[in-house]
Structures are given as C-alpha cells and as structure tokens.
C-alpha cells in the first residue's frame, strides 16, 4: 500500500506532467474528499495565475493502486479571475434597449433644440420691433454690426499662378533610351 507522503509525491509529478515542471510549487494541502478520495493542493507558479493553485485529485480504494482521476488548476480567494459568462442574447438585448434610450435622448435633445431656436428667432423679431424707425442712422449702424460678424473683408487679392507649373518632374523610363544608346554604341 502507497503512503500519504508518496502520494503526495505521486500527485505533484502528475501535475508537472499537466502543466510543466516549471509550472508547480510547493505542497500546501491535503483534503479528504470521501474515504479514498484525496485532492493534493500545490501552489502554481505560472506568470499570470497569481493566486492560483494546482489541484489533483486521487483515488485509491482500500488496498488497491492509486489512479488519478483529475488534475486542474482552481482559483484561491486572491485570485483574479474572469467575470461571469453572459450569454450573447442578453448582451444583444442589452445592447438594443441602451441603442433605443440613446435614440429617445437624442430626439428629445433635437426636440429642445428646436423649440429653443424657434424661441431665439421670436425673441430677435421683437427686438427688431422695438428699434425706432424714424432714427434711420441707429437702424443702419445695427444692420451693419449684424452683418459685419457674418461677413468676411477681402482687400488684397490673390496671385494668379495657374500657369507656373514648377520644374518638370524627373523622366523615371530613361532605361528605355539607355539600351537604344548602348546598342548604337
């Protein structure tokens, strides 16, 4: 009959032979699964599973030979781990009811722009309204200041240059005349 500390031995090589010699550390554990049931716990080495241990799992019937029935790797309560698996519909679904919010602000926003602009240009209306029309001198002096914000002053002009075409560009199929001028030669 095997001993515990043989087994223990037993367990880490066959953890080596999972995930690499490299890749296990030292015996922390052993649990009593059921009576011949035992899981060796060993810590694992492996760059990016920080936290993480080595679990092998042993069977070993009253006087028989033991048999490995698993070798995986289990997260510890340090351990960083992937967030829970959500199936695609749920994300579909998530995603089509936040595109549907999306659209619903954006049209109120649009809706509030409207009305906004619709209040700025009565608001502008009344304003002209109120401007004395018999005082013809304010009147232009506030129809010039409105378009001068709109309008652009060109005062020099620009030089004509579309027939300076630059220098010509290099001739890239002067192979051609090399070879007629060596046959020549």
């Given amino acids: 009959m095997t001993k515990l500390k043989d087994l223990s031995e037993f367990a880490q090589e066959a953890a080596r032979l ?11 554990r ?27 799992t042993i ?5 028989e030979e033991p048999t490995i029935s698993e070798v995986v790797m ?3 309560e340090e351990a960083l781990i992937a967030p829970k698996w959500i199936p695609w519909s749920e994300r579909l679904a998530d995603y089509k009811a936040l595109q549907a919010e999306l659209e619903a ?18 608001d502008d209306e009344d304003d002209l309204e109120l401007v004395d029309v018999a005082d013809e001198e304010t ?13 652009f002053d060109v005062e020099e002009e ?17 192979w051609k005349r090399r070879g007629k001028n060596k046959k020549n030669s």
Avoid at 59 to 63: A, E
Avoid at 108 to 115: N, Q, T, V, Y
């Fill in 18 to 28: 999972t995930g690499g010699r490299r890749a296990v550390g030292d015996y922390i």
């Fill in 139 to 151: 009147l232009e002096h506030a129809t010039e200041s409105l378009l001068a914000t709109t309008e």
């Fill in 74 to 76: 289990m997260p510890s």
């Fill in 158 to 174: 620009t030089e004509d240059d579309t027939d300076n075409t630059g220098e010509k560009p290099p001739r890239f199929f002067g």
């Fill in 30 to 56: 052993t649990d009593e699964e059921e009576p011949g049931l035992r899981s060796y716990i060993f810590h694992s080495t492996l760059r990016g599973y920080v936290g993480w241990f080595w679990s092998v």
């Fill in 59 to 63: 069977y070993q019937p009253l006087g």
């Fill in 105 to 122: 602000q954006a049209a109120a926003e649009a809706e509030d722009a409207a009305l906004l602009t619709a209040d700025a240009e009565d």
